[in-house]
């Protein structure tokens, strides 16, 4: 079993649609998670980072993190089509140890 | 500033030369990464600096030879590559706030 786990995707859907991007992991030590968003061929753009459990909030961007289950999630409310991306989740155990990503959402919003 | 820079943008070398990818942040953080991406996959960590000091060496072999001049500043010196080695090189830097990613550099090694 890999330590993240998330659907590669790819992922389309409508112009204002909502989705929701997931990761699953195994590793109970980890303690912040992260969302980026990466275009083709650029480095990856942080859009929400969270501590332990619980919900985040960014715009139109929701960050939820559930511990008991070793699940989060991403949320983007209105999609664009310049939301049209690779998702990656990430976590860390404690700052600056065993930071992994998750494989990446391949993400199209279709006008 | 929460931007970290990276330079060249693209850099294409032969398998016999020698160069550099730089990396700087003046966000004062003091944990410095490069990592390796391939095409369609999660970039994959190469070296950790903490303090500038290399805390961390995920088995990468000898012709990537990372340096840390300062605490704003990391190298990463290439020689003898392999065309395999062609990928994005990204480097990052980290706090309490996030691992933040710059743009990368997209080396093709001929």
């Known amino acids: 079993q890999k330590e993240v786990e998330q659907d590669p995707g790819p992922l389309s859907v409508p112009e204002g649609a909502i989705v929701s991007l997931n990761c699953t992991y195994s590793?109970?030590?980890?303690?912040?998670f992260m969302w980026y968003r990466q275009y083709s061929r650029k480095g990856p753009e942080l859009l929400m980072y969270?501590?332990?459990?619980g919900n985040k909030e960014d715009g139109r961007f929701t960050a939820q993190v559930d511990k008991s289950s070793k699940y989060i999630s991403l949320f983007i409310r209105d999609s664009q089509p310049s939301d049209s991306a690779t998702y990656l989740c990430?976590?860390?155990?404690?700052?600056?140890?065993?930071?992994?990503f998750g494989p990446g959402t391949r993400l199209s919003v279709l006008p | 500033d929460t931007e970290v820079t990276q330079t060249p943008k693209h850099l294409v070398m032969g398998m016999t030369n020698k160069k550099s990818l730089k990396c700087e942040q003046h966000?004062?953080?003091?944990?410095m990464y490069w990592y390796k991406q391939k095409a369609k996959k999660p970039p994959e960590l190469m070296f950790v600096?903490?303090?500038?000091?290399?805390?961390i060496n995920e088995s990468v072999p000898s012709r990537f030879s990372p340096e840390c001049p300062n605490s704003s500043l990391l190298n990463l010196h290439l020689h003898a590559l392999q065309p395999e080695d062609s990928a994005l090189y990204l480097c990052?830097?980290?706090?309490?706030?996030?691992?933040?990613f710059g743009p990368g550099t997209r080396l093709t090694v001929l």
């Open positions: 990430a976590m860390s155990d404690n700052y600056g140890q065993n930071f992994v």
């Open positions: 966000m004062g953080h003091r944990a």
């Open positions: 969270t501590y332990s459990s």
């Open positions: 990052a830097s980290s706090n309490r706030l996030g691992w933040f």
């Open positions: 600096y903490s303090y500038e000091k290399l805390s």
């Open positions: 590793n109970s030590a980890f303690q912040y």
